[in-house]
């Protein structure tokens, strides 16, 4: 009897565990998504946005970059899948890596937090071992197997991809016309280009229409 109820106990000890630790990154999350927050954010700052204990930071992360990188991890984790989702319709590897840059692009408006701790911390995760970088490195290596891209080096073509995509992010935080629908397929064409197809094959592809975007989840 007490072994059924202590089982039962650590159960719920687990759920309130992994509740907490949701609740830090969640609100780490918002954080990053601030203009230049992150290294200011103080640890009772963070417990407060996640509305836990003080001391509850500590039995979950040893520092705050600990906690900033769990929150990037998770983030970029989420938005990966989401893509995933809306181009498992597409099988035009073109038009995957086409559709990802214009969902990307777009999630400025549809996906705010998430485009803004992209546009922070992105760069830092351009060949990271999860979120968005190896689902671009694998659509890659997927269009130059099949002969639709021509890249000597799935890699130094993912920077370059990469590159565009956060470049063009920063500059739509100073100029948001420049995330227009219009800017993003242009960005599109452009990457499609640069992993070898030809210009009036890759405007034709960015201009094909989006399979339906993914909603945020609550």
Known sequence: MSEQKSSRTGTRFERRRAQTRRSLIAAARVILAEENAMPEASIQR???????GFGSFFNHFENKSALFDAAVAD??????????EVTAVLDDPAQVIAANVRLTIGMVGTHPELAKILRHRGMAQLHAES????RALRDIEVGAASGRFT??????????????LLGLLELGSHRPEVVSPEAAERTAALVLRML??????????????????????A
């Not at 979120?131 to 190896?134: I, S, T």
């Open 46 to 52: 963070i417990a407060e946005q996640a509305d836990v």
């Open 75 to 84: 983030a970029l984790e989420e938005y990966g899948q989401l893509l995933d």
């Open 131 to 134: 979120g968005l970088a190896p």
């Open 151 to 164: 890249v000597d080096s799935p890699d130094i073509a993912l920077s370059a991809v990469g590159g565009a």
């Open 196 to 217: 070898g197809l030809s210009a009036e094959d890759a405007d034709d592809v960015a201009r094909r229409p989006l399979p339906q975007a993914p909603a945020p989840r």
